[in-house]
């Protein structure tokens, strides 16, 4: 059974940073990828950035490229979101989300991709 278990959500004030951890465990197959994916009040769930297990190849949506980067521990089986200069729009649910990894990048926006979701963590940040 594939697991995904966030952890690193909290408050900051604007300008601050945080960085989000997903362990995972459970695949029985290495070529997946693993992403990081948000939903604010009152907004649908949007993709932030993924990653692919096997060449650590990132891709980030245009909300995160700049100030967040994705990366992943192959030795303690963890992909972390170091956050940076975060704005009160980036205040949200965090989710890690796993699945297969694809050449065809724009399927990683698609949430339906993805087939294993993590609980969530919440991250606010103030003016």
């Known amino acids: 059974e594939v697991q995904l278990v966030e952890s690193g959500g909290g408050a900051v004030q604007a300008g601050g940073s945080l960085r989000l951890s997903c362990r995972v465990s459970?695949?029985?197959?290495?070529?997946?990828?693993i992403a990081w994916w948000r939903q604010a009040p009152g907004k649908e769930r949007e993709g932030v950035s993924y990653?692919?297990?096997?060449?650590?190849?990132?891709i980030y949506e245009d909300s995160a490229k700049g100030r967040f980067t994705i990366s992943r521990d192959s030795s303690t089986n963890t992909v972390y979101l170091q956050m940076n200069s975060l704005k009160p729009d980036d205040t949200a649910v965090y989710y890690c989300?796993?699945?297969?990894?694809?050449?065809?990048?724009?399927?990683?926006?698609?949430?339906?991709?993805?087939?294993?979701w993590g609980q969530g963590t919440q991250v606010t940040v103030s003016p």
């Open positions: 989300a796993g699945g297969v990894s694809t050449t065809t990048i724009h399927y990683y926006s698609l949430e339906d991709w993805w087939d294993h």
């Open positions: 990653i692919n297990n096997r060449d650590a190849r990132a």
């Open positions: 459970g695949f029985t197959y290495d070529h997946y990828a």
